[in-house]
T-cell receptor, first 115, second 113 residues
Framework: DTEVTQTPKHLVMGMTNKKSLKCEQH?????MYWYKQKAKKPPELMFV???????INESVPSRFSPECPNSSLLNLHLHALQPEDSALYLC??????????????FGPGTRLTVL | GENVEQHPSTLSVQEGDSAVIKCTYS??????FPWYKQELGKRPQLIID?????GEKKDQRIAVTLNKTAKHFSLHITETQPEDSAVYFC????????????FGSGTRLSIRP
């Protein structure tokens, strides 16, 4: 299985809602990532988990809260978002180190709209 | 930290012609350079990558060259086809973190029939 899956595909939420994005991979990768991508822009790194521990937080606002419950799952909890947070949220996974073949495999993304 | 610049931002070529996209990076310690293709509404997908110990790599119609001295790398697509139309992102590893790659701003490639 060489696929990263994400749910839901689309999400519309109000600024007072609490929602979660989910990501799953079964490639045995021990690094997992959350990216945010605005239209016509490159993916922007938000968080990196390495061996289920948060290793990189790119100064993301606390209204985004990541969680890695096990080596296959990655969640992104959303609370009190702003309209400017509307974007495509991509999950990715890879081997931990960029030593060997370390391609980052991306999921299809969740298209988030904040009203 | 690493900074990656990519040019051009848009590129239109006649079907069958070649396309070249260029990127520069700032950190001489970066050692991994992937290229991703993202079709409209789809996820980014790796099309080719190169490590700093290699100067050139080819996979069918796609090739990447790396000049470590000048800190630039390029993507070459030959015999372009309509399905090559997409946004292409170059990227470079961040030497401070084994897991982090920095993306260029992207090139929207259009293939004219």
């Amino acid at each position: 299985d060489t696929e990263v899956t994400q749910t839901p595909k689309h999400l519309v939420m109000g600024m007072t809602n609490k929602k979660s994005l989910k990501c799953e991979q079964h490639m045995g990768h021990r690094a997992m990532y959350w990216y945010k991508q605005k239209a016509k822009k490159p993916p922007e790194l938000m968080f990196v988990y390495s061996y289920e521990k948060l290793s990189i937080n790119e100064s993301v606002p606390s209204r985004f809260s990541p969680e890695c419950p096990n080596s296959s799952l990655l969640n992104l909890h959303l609370h009190a978002l702003q309209p400017e947070d509307s974007a495509l949220y991509l999950c990715a996974s890879s081997q931990v180190t960029l030593a060997v073949r370390n391609e980052q495999f991306f999921g299809p993304g969740t298209r988030l709209t904040v009203l | 930290g690493e900074n990656v610049e990519q040019h051009p931002s848009t590129l239109s070529v006649q079907e069958g012609d070649s396309a070249v996209i260029k990127c520069t990076y700032s950190d001489s310690a970066s050692n991994y350079f992937p290229w991703y293709k993202q079709e409209l509404g789809k996820r980014p997908q790796l099309i080719i990558d190169i490590r700093s110990n290699v100067g050139e790599k080819k996979d069918q119609r796609i090739a990447v060259t790396l000049n470590k001295t000048a800190k630039h790398f390029s993507l070459h697509i030959t015999e372009t086809q309509p399905e090559d139309s997409a946004v292409y992102f170059c990227a470079a590893s961040d030497a401070s973190s084994a897991s982090k790659i920095i993306f260029g701003s992207g090139t929207r490639l259009s293939i004219r029939p």
